[in-house]
């Protein structure tokens, strides 16, 4: 399975941007997926998840600003940002569990990463 993550970029705070990660490659299903972000000197921490029907839980930080999303139909999961600070800055990951085969086995996979800039 691969992922690729697109949509970062540089905004100034107060703004926001759409990220996008498509999940390809042999997949019998995908369960949870979620975006997570590493700032420069800090731990890796998880932003957002959805659950495959649809429940999703957020950071602290980011309630009421950023929305996750997805499509199941293109294996896609998406986060929303808006209202976005300079704290916001950092990498952000998409990660999803997902089978490739009829269950138990499942595993997980990570992006490549891509980077928000959030100017003040």
């Known amino acids: 399975v691969q992922l690729q993550a697109s949509g970062g970029g540089l905004v100034q705070a107060g703004g926001s941007l759409r990220l996008s990660c498509t999940a390809s490659g042999t997949i019998f299903s995908i369960n949870q997926m979620d975006w997570y972000r590493q700032a420069p000197g800090k731990q890796r921490e998880l932003v957002a998840g959805?659950?495959?029907?649809?429940?999703?839980n957020y950071l602290d930080s980011v309630k009421g600003r950023f929305t996750i999303f997805r499509d199941n139909t293109k294996n896609t999961v998406y986060l929303q940002m808006n209202s976005l600070k300079p704290e916001d800055t950092a990498v952000y990951y998409c990660?999803?569990?997902?089978?490739?085969?009829?269950?138990?086995?499942?595993?997980?996979?990570w992006g490549q990463g891509t980077q928000v800039t959030v100017s003040s």
């Open positions: 959805i659950t495959r029907g649809g429940s999703t």
């Open positions: 990660r999803v569990r997902a089978f490739t085969a009829p269950p138990p086995d499942e595993s997980l996979y």
